[in-house]
Each structure stands twice: as C-alpha cells, then as structure tokens.
Nanobody
Framework: QVQLVESGGGVVQPGGSLRLSCEASGRTFSIAAMGWFRQAPGKEREFVAAIRWSGGITRYADSVKGRFTVSRDNAKSPVYLQMNNLKPEDTAVYYC????????????????????WGPGTQVTVSS
C-alpha cells in the first residue's frame, strides 16, 4: 500500500500563488507516476497534472498549462504542484494520486489508472 497526504491548500486572491505538496509513504517503490486531480462542488474530478515518479516526463491539463508546474526535487522529496496566476475557477479540493504500476513508462491522465489517493486539500481563489 501507498499512503499519500496533501498539504499547502488555503485561500488566495485571484492572481495569487500556492504550492501544494504530496508526501508519499509505504511501498513507494511500486509507484510509476504521481498525479494531481481536483474536484469542484457539483463537478466531476478532473486531471490537473502528473509527473513520472523517476522524473523527466510531465503532463498538464490545457486549463493549467503555463500557470501550474508539477515537480519533484529528488527521490526522497515530496511531489509539488506550484500554482501561479490562480483564477476563481481553480477553486476545488485538490488530490494527489499514485499510479502504482511499477515499470510503466506512460504518464497517464486517466484518474481510473491511479490506485492510491490522498484525502485532499482545499484551494479557494476569491477576492
């Protein structure tokens, strides 16, 4: 099993920035990729960004390209989601998730391919 915990959410004004962190523990050797997803009230959970666990490959939703950056400093660091120029439509609960198919080289955007999920952290963008 892999346990995930998000942190860094909060309330920010439009145009502001936040950095979310996702700490992974447990059988982390099984992770192929880490993804960030979000769910706004009354909407389905949607893909935001993802990174291959070993680094080198990232993917982004069109709605966040150029504003959000997913990264990982080293093999022991959390996975980060740097969010800049935030908009009210970015308001949602943000979840990190692990694709635990070790050895898969593709970084998927399909939430059904992710096996472990964190509890989520609220991001509110409001003036």
């Amino acid at each position: 099993q892999v346990q995930l915990v998000e942190s860094g959410g909060g309330v920010v004004q439009p145009g502001g920035s936040l950095r979310l962190s996702c700490e992974a523990s447990g059988r982390t050797f099984s992770i192929a990729a880490m993804g960030w997803f979000r769910q706004a009230p009354g909407k389905e959970r949607e893909f935001v960004a993802a990174i291959r666990w070993s680094g080198g490959i990232t993917r982004y939703a069109d709605s966040v390209k150029g504003r959000f950056t997913v990264s990982r400093d080293n093999a022991k660091s959390p996975v980060y989601l740097q969010m800049n120029n935030l908009k009210p439509e970015d308001t949602a609960v943000y979840y990190c998730a692990a694709d635990r198919k070790f050895g898969r080289r593709v970084v998927t955007t399909n939430l059904h391919e992710y096996d472990s999920w964190g509890p989520g952290t609220q991001v509110t963008v409001s003036s």
